[in-house]
């Protein structure tokens, strides 16, 4: 914020002046995408390009005895074998990497990899976590946490309810696999991942390799998908690189294939709980007691913030990680927010059901203990109103006549998305040409289009006059894409950067049109007096007054003071309409509504479609979305497209989305959108399955089998 005359303004133009920020704009990049033409790394070739495989353990829990690469070696077209896991070497998960092979057709690689001989000592293994009972010296308690006096909010409650619930394991399951293509030649490395971090994959890299960071050229226009999973080089990238130089330097494509990136590239974990909550009959909670427990593999599964949203005065709280021989968690989409957000949220649904209560009062009831009640309080109205909610809800079990009922359910959620760091340049050439160059990604949210709007509202210019340049390491760095910190990163610092290049080209056009340079302003391709179109230059005229020398101007967003250009910390309301058919065990999706905030938004379009995307992955992890593990063989029994199911365009019913932009949400700058628009959903589709047929189905995906169990547990 300006603080001196001589202190650049870069606070964002209010809302009624904007010209190109906050209209709905189509993405940059959808013509490069719907032609084909946008290459991803997946897609690199060249005539000297070999190809990558692994060879990965079959055991769940193993240690290797022996190793022979001798017969790999001596496969016609194969040019490097590697030996990652050495005699000694203990193997915690079914896929995890014992050997490389490189070679010239993807087809030797793999044929390769079958001919290197492996012994194995097998080991226990414990691959499955729902029952804690069986889970033994795997889990580990950590601690009891108690606020106030639940005891005694127990004794003088009107209603006590009691519940289990559950949400499993689901895997990341990226379009494109997780992967990458290295060139190591002498001191010099070129490298094509598929990454959420530009800026940093590369240093991680050098660092795992020992080489100077930079040596390593890193360079990545499109992502075909990353949700939290594609931070590091991974071993995988590490063995391209070395396979690349036992190879004489020739690039190396290695992409996991969907059963190894189904197995081994993250997860997100599960959550577990018996919840017990207590409270009045007007809905007021009074008291949360948990017993929590998860996996994110072999590491545990850490504690998810329950209960979620709510901070409720009398808690008593326990959690367990179990350790499981199963492929690592990554971050999933806001990590622990889902798994909380359903283990609170379909308590507090059965909480109003036992006191005859419609659960959107309960919520309103509560909403005192939350850090936002007048936010989550509007949105909840306006979510109801879009989903006919008083007409519509009824109370449990009275979801119609006949085989299908209808419900419906809600859900709250919260997030983060405060901007991460981040630098730009803006230069301005004396031709009028505008670029700006940042080393940002974008993973399809439509960052590219962000930052040309920030620029070109910035400067007075149309979209299409101002180039943008990402995706390379040798531009000024940005931050890695995570925790919906992109948009208030790369907006701030692009502002700045603006702002600063614009303010010299003032000053170089100011003696032309008899004013000062704080007199003028960059309107529709103009420089201008302000207020006053009559004296003013074309853009290209005034970019003349240059001559020769460019202006080239640097923007810095500070994480830690960000000068109020952006903000953190987000509501956000979902709910869900859904039919079942109690013969079939099927639920539908009617109608999802989604109501959320994000401070300022650039670009509503894109915004939009986040949610729509973010509702889309709910609507998988609700009805389908499952990762099935053996425990007698310890592998995982769905690992392919089939089986691991993800929704198709005939399970996804309405999708709603209305954007919470008032003047208040609008002055805080904008807040990151990708992880808060993915949370709720899950719950709601939840909550509403159970208002459609009168009875809780405890743990997710609500396939037919478990919906029909459900009932026949109440028939009985």
Same mark, same amino acid.
């Given at each position: 914020?300006?603080?001196?005359?001589?202190t650049?303004n870069?606070?964002?133009?209010p809302?009624?002046?904007?010209?190109?920020?906050?209209?709905?704009?189509?993405?940059?990049?959808?013509?490069?995408k719907?032609t084909?033409?946008?290459?991803?790394?997946?897609?690199?070739?060249?005539?000297?390009?070999?190809f990558?495989?692994l060879?990965?353990?079959?055991?769940?829990?193993a240690?290797?005895?022996?190793?022979?690469?001798?017969?790999?070696?001596?496969?016609p077209?194969?040019?490097?074998?590697?030996?990652?896991?050495?005699?000694?070497?203990?193997?915690?998960w079914?896929?995890?990497?014992?050997?490389s092979?490189?070679?010239?057709?993807?087809?030797?690689?793999?044929?390769?990899?079958?001919?290197?001989?492996?012994?194995?000592?097998?080991l226990?293994h414990?691959?499955?976590?729902?029952?804690?009972?069986?889970?033994?010296?795997?889990?580990?308690p950590?601690?009891?946490?108690?606020?106030?006096?639940?005891?005694?909010?127990?004794?003088?409650?009107d209603?006590?309810v009691?519940?289990?619930y559950?949400?499993?394991?689901i895997?990341?399951?990226?379009?494109?696999?997780?992967?990458?293509?290295?060139?190591w030649?002498g001191?010099?490395?070129?490298?094509y991942?598929?990454?959420?971090?530009?800026?940093?994959?590369?240093?991680?890299?050098?660092?795992?390799?020992?080489?100077?960071?930079?040596?390593?050229k890193?360079n990545?226009?499109?992502?075909?998908?990353?949700?939290?999973?594609?931070?590091?080089?991974d071993?995988?990238?590490?063995?391209?690189?070395?396979?690349?130089?036992?190879?004489?330097?020739?690039?190396v494509?290695l992409?996991?294939?969907?059963?190894?990136?189904l197995?081994?590239?993250?997860?997100?974990?599960?959550?577990?709980?018996?919840v017990?909550?207590?409270?009045?009959?007007?809905?007021?909670?009074?008291a949360?007691q948990?017993?929590?427990?998860?996996?994110?593999?072999?590491?545990?599964?850490g504690?998810?913030?329950?209960?979620?949203?709510?901070?409720?005065?009398?808690?008593?709280?326990?959690?367990?990680?179990?350790s499981?021989?199963?492929?690592?968690v990554r971050a999933?989409?806001a990590?622990?927010?889902?798994?909380?957000?359903?283990?609170t949220?379909?308590a507090?649904?059965?909480?109003?059901?036992?006191?005859n209560?419609?659960?959107?009062?309960?919520?309103?009831?509560?909403?005192?203990?939350?850090a936002?009640?007048?936010?989550?309080?509007?949105?909840?109205?306006?979510?109801a109103?879009?989903?006919?909610w008083?007409?519509l809800?009824h109370p449990?079990?009275?979801?119609?006549?006949?085989?299908?009922?209808?419900?419906?359910?809600?859900?709250?959620?919260?997030?983060?998305?405060?901007?991460?760091?981040?630098q730009?340049?803006?230069?301005?050439?004396?031709?009028?040409?505008?670029?700006?160059?940042?080393?940002?990604q974008?993973?399809?949210?439509?960052?590219?289009?962000?930052?040309?709007?920030v620029?070109a509202?910035?400067?007075?210019l149309?979209?299409?006059?101002?180039?943008? !340049?990402?995706?390379?390491?040798?531009?000024?760095?940005?931050g890695? !894409?995570?925790g919906?910190?992109?948009v208030?990163?790369?907006?701030?610092?692009?502002?700045?950067?603006?702002?600063?290049?614009?303010?010299?080209?003032?000053?170089a056009?100011?003696?032309? /049109?008899?004013?000062?340079?704080?007199?003028?302003?960059?309107?529709?391709?103009?420089?201008?007096v302000?207020?006053?179109?009559?004296?003013?230059l074309t853009?290209?005229?005034?970019?003349?007054?240059l001559?020769?020398?460019?202006i080239?101007?640097?923007?810095?967003?500070?994480?830690?003071?960000?000068?109020?250009?952006?903000?953190?910390?987000?509501?956000?309301?979902q709910?869900?309409?859904?039919?079942?058919d109690?013969?079939?065990?099927i639920?539908k999706?009617?109608?999802?509504?989604?109501?959320?905030d994000?401070?300022?938004?650039?670009?509503?379009?894109?915004?939009?479609?986040q949610?729509h995307?973010?509702?889309?992955?709910?609507?998988?992890?609700?009805?389908?979305?499952e990762?099935?593990?053996?425990?007698?063989?310890?592998?995982?029994?769905?690992?392919?497209m089939?089986f691991?199911?993800?929704?198709?365009?005939g399970?996804i019913?309405?999708?709603?989305?209305?954007?919470?932009?008032?003047p208040?949400h609008?002055?805080r700058?904008?807040?990151?959108?990708?992880?808060p628009a993915?949370?709720?959903?899950?719950?709601?589709?939840?909550?509403?399955?159970?208002?459609?047929?009168?009875?809780?189905v405890?743990?997710?995906? /609500?396939?037919?089998n478990r919906v029909?169990?459900?009932?026949?547990?109440r028939?009985?």
């Amino acid at each position: 914020m300006p603080d001196t005359p001589n202190t650049p303004n870069y606070t964002w133009p209010p809302m009624e002046k904007r010209r190109v920020m906050g209209k709905p704009t189509k993405r940059l990049d959808g013509p490069m995408k719907s032609t084909g033409r946008a290459k991803y790394a997946s897609d690199f070739t060249q005539k000297d390009l070999l190809f990558g495989a692994l060879l990965t353990s079959p055991y769940a829990h193993a240690r290797v005895t022996s190793i022979d690469t001798s017969e790999a070696e001596k496969v016609p077209g194969v040019t490097a074998v590697r030996a990652i896991a050495s005699a000694g070497s203990e193997l915690q998960w079914a896929g995890q990497e014992v050997a490389s092979v490189a070679a010239e057709t993807e087809e030797i690689a793999k044929a390769a990899t079958r001919k290197i001989k492996v012994q194995y000592e097998v080991l226990p293994h414990l691959v499955r976590e729902d029952d804690l009972a069986k889970a033994g010296a795997r889990a580990k308690p950590a601690g009891e946490q108690v606020k106030g006096d639940p005891d005694k909010a127990f004794q003088e409650a009107d209603a006590v309810v009691e519940g289990h619930y559950g949400i499993p394991v689901i895997t990341h399951c990226c379009l494109e696999p997780h992967g990458n293509v290295i060139e190591w030649k002498g001191e010099k490395i070129n490298f094509y991942p598929s990454t959420q971090n530009v800026s940093g994959i590369g240093g991680d890299l050098a660092n795992a390799i020992k080489v100077p960071p930079a040596g390593i050229k890193v360079n990545m226009q499109y992502i075909g998908g990353g949700f939290g999973s594609k931070f590091s080089t991974d071993l995988w990238g590490v063995e391209a690189a070395k396979l690349s130089k036992a190879s004489g330097g020739r690039p190396v494509k290695l992409f996991l294939d969907r059963a190894t990136e189904l197995q081994i590239a993250g997860n997100r974990p599960s959550g577990f709980a018996n919840v017990k909550i207590a409270g009045k009959k007007d809905g007021t909670i009074t008291a949360w007691q948990s017993e929590s427990w998860s996996t994110g593999g072999i590491g545990g599964g850490g504690s998810p913030p329950i209960p979620y949203v709510f901070d409720f005065p009398n808690q008593r709280k326990n959690h367990t990680a179990v350790s499981t021989n199963c492929g690592g968690v990554r971050a999933w989409r806001a990590p622990n927010h889902q798994q909380a957000c359903y283990l609170t949220g379909t308590a507090i649904e059965d909480f109003a059901a036992k006191i005859n209560m419609d659960p959107r009062e309960v919520f309103e009831k509560n909403l005192g203990v939350t850090a936002r009640a007048d936010v989550y309080r509007a949105q909840l109205q306006k979510g109801a109103e879009l989903i006919d909610w008083q007409k519509l809800w009824h109370p449990r079990g009275q979801g119609g006549s006949g085989n299908v009922k209808r419900g419906l359910g809600l859900a709250i959620s919260t997030w983060g998305g405060g901007g991460h760091n981040s630098q730009c340049r803006t230069k301005i050439n004396p031709d009028g040409t505008v670029e700006v160059e940042l080393c940002t990604q974008d993973l399809g949210t439509g960052t590219r289009t962000i930052i040309t709007m920030v620029a070109a509202e910035t400067l007075g210019l149309p979209l299409g006059a101002v180039k943008l !340049s990402i995706g390379d390491n040798s531009l000024p760095p940005s931050g890695a !894409s995570g925790g919906s910190t992109t948009v208030g990163g790369v907006s701030s610092s692009t502002r700045k950067a603006a702002v600063n290049a614009l303010a010299k080209l003032l000053d170089a056009v100011a003696p032309s /049109l008899g004013a000062s340079a704080d007199q003028l302003e960059a309107v529709d391709g103009r420089i201008q007096v302000k207020g006053d179109s009559s004296k003013s230059l074309t853009w290209k005229a005034a970019c003349q007054k240059l001559g020769v020398n460019p202006i080239s101007e640097m923007g810095e967003n500070n994480q830690r003071n960000p000068g109020g250009l952006n903000s953190s910390g987000v509501g956000g309301v979902q709910m869900a309409d859904v039919s079942v058919d109690i013969e079939t065990g099927i639920v539908k999706i009617n109608k999802a509504v989604a109501v959320q905030d994000i401070g300022l938004v650039i670009n509503p379009t894109t915004a939009e479609s986040q949610i729509h995307g973010g509702c889309i992955m709910g609507i998988c992890a609700a009805l389908m979305e499952e990762r099935i593990m053996d425990q007698q063989t310890g592998r995982m029994l769905n690992p392919d497209m089939e089986f691991n199911k993800l929704a198709g365009i005939g399970d996804i019913g309405e999708v709603v989305v209305h954007l919470d932009i008032t003047p208040d949400h609008d002055k805080r700058g904008p807040v990151g959108l990708g992880e808060p628009a993915a949370i709720a959903l899950i719950t709601a589709i939840a909550n509403a399955t159970a208002n459609a047929i009168g009875v809780r189905v405890p743990e997710i995906p /609500l396939t037919p089998n478990r919906v029909l169990a459900a009932l026949e547990r109440r028939n009985a």
